[in-house]
Structure formats: structure tokens, C-alpha cells
């Protein structure tokens, strides 16, 4: 595998659209032809080299090519967006829509990730070892399609509106988690080792949650069903099971309403 290392040397006065800097576009280039790669920043068109310092080079295909992305980088947004192949670590902060749209691929996030993050995710992995912001494995706005494959690691907090509309794939927070987890999730499962605040699975149609920790508002259209004994995440433990939301409509399989499951652990 070919690394591309690229290696932020001079803040922004706006933010830069880096959508650029997944393997999918960096791959078969040159140190030369990345440098030369545009990088929108509001109404002007700036290259790679203007902001960032480049090294190495792209593999023959997104596969075998792992970038490398250095430095402060709260003003650069895209990182990773709609990778399908590869590998991209970034070393540092950074803003909105890590991993958007990705079907493929390996995220490694060494520090904390802004909002939208895994925006409509189809595949692949994202892992923040920080913290990550709002709206993580949403659907865009004014969609409908959230994430529906793949799997994230938080292994810090999580901001509000979690998995919004999410149908399929997997998130695990190992911290806490802003209110509205899963909010119109017609598939998918969070798993939530910390606390939460209120409105887990709002409008809910299909889905799992695991909560470890503690909700400060149970929704009032989860109905406890009784307790279950689970593994969960390589943890065995007894937890109460709800039924919800039941103020939607719900499909039916053979006959039987089908439900979102939310799982407390006692």
C-alpha cells in the first residue's frame, strides 16, 4: 500500500472543501499532481499546495492507498467523503462530514470530528478516538436515508441527532450521547456505553438501541416488555426491553407488528 501524507502548513481564513483527500481521488497521482489538486474555499478555487505540504504518492487503485492528513485541521471539511476503498487517518481535529456518503474503506480519526460525520454511510469503518459532533450517520438534510451500512467507533461523546433516519449499519459510543438518538430509524443499532439525555428512538419504526448507562427522559412511546439477558459488545448482562415508538405505524411480519427495540441495561 502507498501512503499520501498530507500535512496542513498554513490556517485558512475560510473553511476548504477537502473533498479531494480520500483514496478514490489521490489514487495513481503524484506528490506533483495532488499538490495541484483544487480545494474550494468559498468563491475561490485554491490548490493542495497553497494549504498543505505533500508527500509520497497514490496507490494503483483507492485500495492500495492510504492517506495521511496532519495538523490543525478545525477549518477543513470532507475528509474521507464518499471513499469507497483504502485507508485515511487523520491526525488532528477536523470539521464536518468526515466520512460522508463513504461505501468502503477505513476512517482512523486520531482526535475529535464535527457535525455530520458518516452522513447517509453506506459501508466501511470510521474510528473517532475523540469526540464527534451532531447529526453523526444522519441523512442529509431534506433527506431521507441515513446510515444504512457499515460501522462507527466513538470511543468519546456524542453530540445530539445520532442516526437520524438510520436504516441499517452500526454505531458504538463509548461515551455519552446528546438527545435524539435514532430519531425515524427504520433499521440499524447504536449501542451507547455511557449515559444519554431524552428522546431515544423518537418516531422509531425499526432498530435497536443499548443503553448502559442511565436516560434522563424514557420516551413515553416505549413500553417496557420485560427484561432479557444479552451480550453486548463482549458484555453479558441482564437489561429491560421496550417496545417503540408506538405512536408510529408500524410494518408487520406474519401477521405481528414489528417494533424498534431499546434495551436498558439494569
Given at each position: 500500500?502507498?501512503?499520501?501524507?498530507?500535512?496542513?502548513?498554513?490556517?485558512?481564513?475560510?473553511?476548504?472543501?477537502?473533498?479531494?483527500?480520500?483514496?478514490?481521488?489521490?489514487?495513481?497521482?503524484?506528490?506533483?499532481?495532488?499538490?495541484?489538486?483544487?480545494?474550494?474555499?468559498?468563491?475561490?478555487?485554491?490548490?493542495?499546495?497553497?494549504?498543505?505540504?505533500?508527500?509520497?504518492?497514490?496507490?494503483?487503485?483507492?485500495?492500495?492507498?492510504?492517506?495521511?492528513?496532519?495538523?490543525?485541521?478545525?477549518?477543513?471539511?470532507?475528509?474521507?467523503?464518499?471513499?469507497?476503498?483504502?485507508?485515511?487517518?487523520?491526525?488532528?481535529?477536523?470539521?464536518?462530514?468526515?466520512?460522508?456518503?463513504?461505501?468502503?474503506?477505513?476512517?482512523?480519526?486520531?482526535?475529535?470530528?464535527?457535525?455530520?460525520?458518516?452522513?447517509?454511510?453506506?459501508?466501511?469503518?470510521l474510528i473517532v478516538e475523540g469526540n464527534a459532533g451532531n447529526y453523526l450517520a444522519a441523512?442529509?438534510?431534506?433527506?431521507?436515508?441515513?446510515?444504512?451500512?457499515?460501522?462507527?467507533?466513538?470511543?468519546?461523546?456524542?453530540?445530539?441527532?445520532?442516526?437520524?433516519?438510520?436504516?441499517?449499519?452500526?454505531?458504538?459510543?463509548?461515551?455519552?450521547?446528546?438527545?435524539?438518538?435514532?430519531?425515524?430509524?427504520?433499521?440499524?443499532?447504536?449501542?451507547?456505553?455511557?449515559?444519554?439525555?431524552?428522546?431515544?428512538?423518537?418516531?422509531?419504526?425499526?432498530?435497536?438501541?443499548?443503553?448502559?448507562?442511565?436516560?434522563?427522559?424514557?420516551?413515553?412511546?416505549?413500553?417496557?416488555?420485560?427484561?432479557?439477558?444479552?451480550?453486548?459488545?463482549?458484555?453479558?448482562?441482564?437489561?429491560?426491553?421496550?417496545?417503540?415508538?408506538?405512536?408510529?405505524?408500524?410494518?408487520?411480519?406474519?401477521?405481528?407488528?414489528?417494533?424498534?427495540?431499546?434495551?436498558?441495561?439494569?
Amino acid at each position: 500500500m502507498e501512503t499520501v501524507t498530507l500535512t496542513i502548513k498554513e490556517q485558512p481564513p475560510l473553511y476548504l472543501e477537502a473533498e479531494v483527500f480520500n483514496p478514490d481521488s489521490l489514487a495513481s497521482k503524484t506528490a506533483v499532481e495532488i499538490a495541484a489538486l483544487p480545494l474550494p474555499m468559498g468563491k475561490t478555487t485554491p490548490v493542495v499546495g497553497d494549504y498543505f505540504t505533500v508527500s509520497g504518492k497514490g496507490g494503483a487503485t483507492a485500495a492500495e492507498t492510504k492517506v495521511v492528513v496532519n495538523g490543525d485541521l478545525k477549518k477543513v471539511k470532507y475528509i474521507g467523503a464518499h471513499m469507497s476503498a483504502g485507508e485515511v487517518v487523520i491526525n488532528g481535529d477536523t470539521d464536518m462530514y468526515v466520512g460522508a456518503w463513504m461505501t468502503g474503506g477505513k476512517i482512523t480519526a486520531k482526535g475529535n470530528i464535527g457535525d455530520f460525520a458518516a452522513t447517509a454511510m453506506k459501508g466501511g469503518e470510521l474510528i473517532v478516538e475523540g469526540n464527534a459532533g451532531n447529526y453523526l450517520a444522519a441523512a442529509y438534510r431534506g433527506d431521507w436515508r441515513g446510515m444504512q451500512g457499515g460501522r462507527i467507533h466513538v470511543k468519546g461523546n456524542v453530540g445530539s441527532d445520532a442516526g437520524t433516519f438510520m436504516m441499517g449499519g452500526e454505531i458504538v459510543i463509548d461515551g455519552d450521547v446528546d438527545v435524539h438518538v435514532m430519531t425515524h430509524a427504520d433499521g440499524g443499532k447504536t449501542v451507547i456505553k455511557g449515559n444519554a439525555k431524552s428522546r431515544l428512538g423518537g418516531q422509531m419504526v425499526r432498530g435497536e438501541i443499548y443503553l448502559f448507562g442511565s436516560v434522563d427522559v424514557m420516551m413515553p412511546g416505549f413500553n417496557h416488555v420485560g427484561d432479557v439477558e444479552l451480550e453486548v459488545e463482549g458484555v453479558t448482562a441482564k437489561f429491560a426491553e421496550y417496545i417503540g415508538d408506538t405512536g408510529e405505524r408500524h410494518p408487520k411480519s406474519k401477521g405481528q407488528l414489528i417494533y424498534g427495540k431499546l434495551y436498558q441495561k439494569k
